[in-house]
């Protein structure tokens, strides 16, 4: 992982969120701006709570602290369209078009999740955290759990649930590699791998 990401010094940040952890007394004053930069970066596919190295994959038990510390600096809010309502922490994405997603309703997205371009999000949720790479299908009722990495052209069918992993920070979270197709109410769970081009 790169030491700086567009002007956030992640050596810098990770010591204030280990901070925050310890003693969250200043998260929700001008302290915890650090939780709501780290967001900003995990939305945008800057930075990654998991990421392949040498072969296998790392996570970033600290990046996976900024999303819990995320939730204790946030109050619960209504928000939608009027046909769709939520009363949650998480605010849901919005910039669909900008980022050349599909998003078909009432499919979800929570703010914190990435999606790359053509992607398309049927009738589904992709939890704060989760990284699903470009050209991916997350087909009717398919869920990605948080801190989940999805990799390019990977195909999720109706129903799959793909699990979240936030605690404890340092498991690895599940992830499914570039090309795998994952056939229909499949369930993937506790920090499974499902490797390149794999078909379950």
Same mark, same amino acid.
């Given at each position: =992982?790169? +030491? !700086?990401?567009? @002007?956030?010094?992640?050596?810098? %940040?990770? +010591?204030?969120i280990?901070? *925050?952890?310890?003693?969250?007394?200043?998260?929700?004053?001008a302290e915890? +701006?650090v939780?709501?930069?780290?967001?900003?970066?995990l939305?945008?596919?800057?930075?990654?709570?998991?990421e392949?190295?040498?072969?296998?994959?790392?996570t970033?038990?600290?990046?996976?602290?900024?999303i *819990?510390?995320?939730? =204790?600096? #946030?109050? +619960? $809010?209504?928000?939608?369209?009027?046909?769709?309502?939520?009363?949650?922490?998480?605010?849901?994405?919005t910039?669909?078009?900008?980022?050349?997603?599909?998003?078909v309703?009432?499919? /979800?997205?929570r703010?914190?999740a990435? *999606?790359?371009?053509?992607?398309?999000l =049927?009738?589904g949720? /992709?939890?704060?955290g989760?990284?699903?790479?470009?050209?991916? =299908?997350?087909?009717?009722?398919? $869920? !990605?759990?948080?801190? %989940?990495?999805?990799?390019?052209?990977?195909?999720?069918? &109706?129903?799959? &649930?793909?699990? @979240?992993?936030?605690?404890?920070?340092?498991?690895?979270? /599940?992830i499914?590699?570039?090309?795998?197709?994952?056939?229909?109410?499949?369930?993937v769970?506790?920090? !499974? #791998?499902?490797?390149?081009?794999? !078909?379950?």
């Amino acid at each position: =992982m790169l +030491a !700086v990401s567009e @002007g956030v010094n992640l050596v810098e %940040a990770e +010591a204030r969120i280990h901070a *925050l952890r310890s003693n969250p007394k200043g998260l929700r004053d001008a302290e915890g +701006a650090v939780v709501d930069r780290i967001i900003d970066e995990l939305d945008c596919g800057r930075l990654r709570v998991a990421e392949p190295s040498d072969g296998g994959w790392v996570t970033h038990a600290w990046i996976k602290e900024a999303i *819990l510390l995320y939730f =204790m600096r #946030r109050e +619960a $809010t209504t928000f939608g369209d009027g046909a769709l309502l939520f009363h949650d922490k998480i605010p849901t994405k919005t910039n669909y078009a900008q980022i050349g997603v599909r998003c078909v309703p009432p499919g /979800v997205a929570r703010y914190g999740a990435f *999606l790359g371009k053509g992607t398309i999000l =049927m009738p589904g949720f /992709v939890n704060i955290g989760a990284f699903v790479d470009e050209g991916s =299908m997350i087909d009717t009722w398919a $869920t !990605v759990g948080s801190c %989940a990495q999805i990799g390019k052209g990977v195909h999720l069918s &109706g129903g799959v &649930g793909i699990g @979240g992993v936030l605690e404890p920070p340092q498991a690895q979270p /599940v992830i499914v590699e570039d090309g795998a197709f994952i056939g229909s109410r499949c369930i993937v769970v506790e920090g !499974v #791998r499902v490797e390149a081009d794999a !078909v379950l």
